[in-house]
């Protein structure tokens, strides 16, 4: 079984500060993880994915996440929060054994102040 | 850029109506999936399809629910008899090749789905 917490259901940022997301993952198999972003109104968009490359992961729009195996830790985060980033962030594990259904996390709304 | 889309975007019916939510994948993808989000909870996976039949399903994918791919271009999900927990945002998601879990699944907009 597989399951993901992300520690915070809300965050509050300034306008160039650092963003910080919290992701912790279970999973008896190696995961595959995922962080997946959704503006009002749209479907989920892939920020970026951990697929046991690089441990470091860059994806869109400034953001990066880096896999840590001993904390089942996968974090997300940009150094400059840009009003723009306001939306919420899922984070979503998967594995070979799990088929290619995604677990996802409670989602971390994200509000940017100016 | 290609896209999944869903209609209707919004759908409010009657306990023990059946309800179809319509999605189009992205044109050259092989793997669709449903996934569905109560309102303050979890997004949680419904269903897999995969060459014309089910794949892997989760214990809510109950008897109430099918799927169907009727033509080449749509994919849709069936609820035969609504519930008032059937009350949820439903999203359709497709997936490029049958290469395992690592692909990306694509995510379309979202029906909302109210039962009354």
């Known amino acids: 079984a597989q399951s993901v917490t992300q520690l915070g259901s809300h965050v509050s940022v300034s306008e160039g500060a650092l963003v910080l997301l919290r992701c912790n993952y279970s999973?008896?198999?190696?995961?595959?993880l995922f962080w997946y972003v959704q503006y009002p109104n749209q479907g989920l968009q892939l920020l970026l994915k951990?697929?046991?490359?690089?441990?470091l992961v860059k994806g869109i729009n400034g953001f990066e996440a880096e896999f840590k195996k001993s904390e089942t830790s996968f974090h997300l985060t940009k150094p400059s929060a840009h009003m723009s980033d306001a939306a919420e962030y899922f984070c979503?594990?998967?594995?070979?054994?799990?088929?290619?259904?995604?677990?996802f996390g409670g989602g971390t709304r994200v509000l940017v102040k100016p | 850029e290609p896209e999944v889309t869903q209609t209707p975007s919004h759908q409010v019916t009657q306990m023990g109506q059946e309800v179809i939510l319509r999605c189009v994948p992205i044109?050259?993808?092989?793997?669709f999936y449903w996934y569905r989000q109560i309102l303050g909870q979890k997004v949680e996976f419904l269903v897999s399809?995969?060459?014309?039949?089910?794949?892997?399903k989760s214990e809510i994918f109950d008897d109430q629910f099918s799927v169907e791919r009727p033509d080449g271009s749509n994919f849709t999900l069936k609820i035969r008899s609504t519930k008032l927990e059937d009350s949820a945002m439903y999203f359709c998601?497709?997936?490029?090749?049958?290469?395992?879990?690592?692909?990306?699944?694509?995510f379309g907009p979202g029906t909302r789905l109210l039962v009354l």
């Open positions: 951990y697929t046991s490359a690089a441990t």
């Open positions: 998601a497709s997936s490029a090749l049958a290469g395992g879990p690592q692909e990306t699944q694509y």
């Open positions: 044109s050259n993808h092989l793997y």
């Open positions: 999973s008896s198999v190696p995961p595959y």
């Open positions: 979503a594990v998967t594995g070979e054994a799990a088929g290619n259904k995604l677990t």
């Open positions: 399809f995969y060459n014309n039949e089910i794949s892997e």
